[in-house]
C-alpha cells in the first residue's frame, strides 16, 4: 500500500453524458446490490454525506437512495477502478436494495439456456 493522496473527481473518466457507473455492494456479504450511474455533484454529495447519492437519468435529478422508501446505503468505502471510469461503492444497504423488493437487483441467472429467479421480494 502507498500514503494517501488527495482524491479529486476530476480525475475520473466520466462519460459523454457526465456520468460515471457506480456498482453497490454489501459490506457484510460480498453481494453486489445494484449498479446505478454518479455524476461528479452526486459523488462529492455522497462523500460529503456518507449516504449514496446517484444521478437519476429519467428524472435528471438527485437520487438519495433509500430517501423515500427507507431503504437506505450508507458509504463504507468507495473505490475506483484501475481505469478510473466505474466505482465501487462498498455500502451498509437497509433493507432491500431493489425497487422490485429484493437484496439485489441482480435477481436472475441464465442457466442452461433458461432464465432462473433466484430470490424472491423481501416481506
Not at 455533484?41 to 435528471?60: F, Q
Not at 438527485?62 to 484501475?82: I, N, P, T
Not at 439485489?104 to 430470490?119: D, H, K, Q
Amino acid at each position: 500500500m502507498t500514503g494517501a493522496v488527495e482524491f479529486d473527481p476530476d480525475s475520473l473518466r466520466y462519460n459523454e453524458a457526465g456520468l460515471i457507473p457506480a456498482i453497490a455492494q454489501c459490506a457484510e456479504t460480498g453481494d453486489v446490490l445494484m449498479m446505478a450511474w454518479m455524476n461528479r455533484a452526486s459523488l462529492v454529495k455522497t462523500l460529503e454525506t456518507g449516504k449514496v447519492t446517484y444521478w437519476s437519468r429519467s428524472r435528471a435529478a438527485f437520487w438519495v437512495k433509500g430517501e423515500s422508501s427507507g431503504h437506505v446505503q450508507d458509504l463504507v468505502d468507495l473505490r475506483v477502478d484501475c481505469d478510473r471510469d466505474c466505482l465501487l461503492l462498498v455500502v451498509r444497504q437497509t433493507g432491500p436494495a431493489c425497487h422490485t423488493n429484493r437484496r439485489s437487483c441482480f435477481y436472475t441467472a441464465i442457466r442452461e439456456g433458461g432464465e432462473v429467479e433466484l430470490m424472491q421480494p423481501e416481506g
